[in-house]
């Protein structure tokens, strides 16, 4: 799994050798598969006193809208029913993620580099919060149209007592007159001869011969019968004593349920269009926002390490799970005369910031694909 990490060092002469010799060592190796330079503007720094609060505000703005990227990919992923419809559909600004962090520019008109740190992030706070409460009633509008639909159709190619028979049954199968009508009843397999032996006794008011073998699957049969109005629900009384089921059935009731499939069918069709627009959408905008966030983070990150006047060099390291102790290893070793103090041999956690008690001599943040990983 590809994995992103955003570093910062001061510009001091030995830092920039250092990053030199970062980048000498990745193209002979396969630490990482490219080192970039990351672009973030001039940002305003404001009260110094007041980075410490923005640093906290910050971190956990950024676990949110790692949350809600997540979310949304999981509701991708169940709307189009395919993780690779997800991966093709998870764009940022209309490209795939990797090429958008790698080519990233700051996008002053939606985030002007002249406002305070504390209105950047509350701009993309208001942005993520509001996508995570569209996306929970959204979601949940579209999966009550489903789950009725899905429902129905249960209902409607289930059991024998509750399965469509339009195709089996004709008019005349059902005799409805002033006093006769006619009844379906549920028979199990093994229970056909008894059934035959003992309908006619179930009421007096049933019409001798009358039953007739409507249909049958591997549960049983659905058979007819033909009564008095009036002895109705003497016969439903004895049928149930006998284990035999009526079920209740007309062709307007039948046509009726047809129609509500139809028409919840036409609505899931139109709902999924318009949901997957807006996943499509607001997963664009959210991972946008997010890489916004992690700049912000470097730079706040960066005074408050490195101190005033602003001088750091933001890089892009591309990596996977797999080189990232021996990157980790590296790191530590070029940039020791940052901080020697920084520890170097805790390897409990293979990627730098993941683990809150870790403390690296340089920044860095790690921006995991994972948010795509929703197998």
């Not at 990745?26 to 990482?32: E, P, V």
């Not at 009731?253 to 499509?280: D, N």
């Not at 520890?343 to 730098?352: E, F, G, L, R, W």
């Not at 001599?361 to 994972?370: A, K, V």
């Amino acid at each position: 799994m590809t994995d992103f990490w955003l570093i910062s060092v001061p510009l001091d002469k030995t830092s920039l050798t250092s990053v030199e010799k970062l980048k000498r060592t990745i193209a002979k190796t396969n630490l990482a598969s490219s080192c970039c330079k990351f672009s973030i503007p001039d940002l305003k720094v404001g009260v110094l006193d007041s980075l410490l609060s923005v640093s906290d505000d910050l971190s956990k703005l950024d676990t949110l809208t790692e949350s809600v990227i997540k979310k949304t990919c999981q509701c991708m992923k169940e709307v189009l029913e395919s993780s690779d419809k997800v991966l093709e559909n998870a764009l940022a600004n209309g490209v795939d993620l990797m090429n958008f962090m790698i080519k990233f520019q700051w996008d002053k008109a939606k985030y002007p580099t002249s406002l305070p740190l504390s209105s950047l992030a509350e701009i993309i706070n208001k942005e993520v919060s509001q996508v995570e409460a569209e996306l929970k009633s959204r979601s949940a509008a579209y999966n009550s149209v489903k789950a009725s639909l899905q429902n129905l159709e249960h209902k409607l190619d289930g059991n024998l007592q509750t399965c469509s028979l339009n195709d089996v049954m004709r008019k005349e199968d059902l005799v409805v007159s002033e006093y006769l009508t006619t009844l379906l009843v549920v028979v199990a397999r093994g229970s056909y001869s008894q059934w035959e032996r003992s309908y006619e006794s179930l009421s007096k008011f049933v019409v001798p011969r009358s039953s007739r073998k409507l249909y049958e699957n591997g549960e049983g049969g659905v058979f007819s019968v033909t009564l008095f109005k009036r002895a109705v629900c003497e016969f439903k009384a004895k049928a149930q004593e006998s284990k035999f089921f009526v079920r209740d059935y007309s062709f307007d009731l039948e046509e009726q349920k047809q129609r509500e499939i139809t028409q919840l069918s036409f609505h899931k069709k139109e709902q999924y269009g318009i949901f997957v627009r807006w996943l499509k959408v607001n997963f664009s905008e959210v991972f946008v926002a997010w890489i916004h966030l992690k700049a912000l983070r470097v730079f706040v990150e960066s005074v408050l390490r490195y101190g005033l006047p602003v001088n750091y060099q933001a890089l892009l390291l591309q990596t996977d799970r797999k080189h990232s102790k021996k990157l980790k290893e590296e790191l530590a070793s070029l940039f020791v005369h940052l901080d020697p103090t920084a520890s170097i041999t805790d390897v409990s956690c293979d990627i730098p910031g993941l683990c809150q008690q870790e403390y690296f001599s340089y920044i860095c943040f790690h921006i995991s694909t994972n948010v795509l990983d929703i197998s």
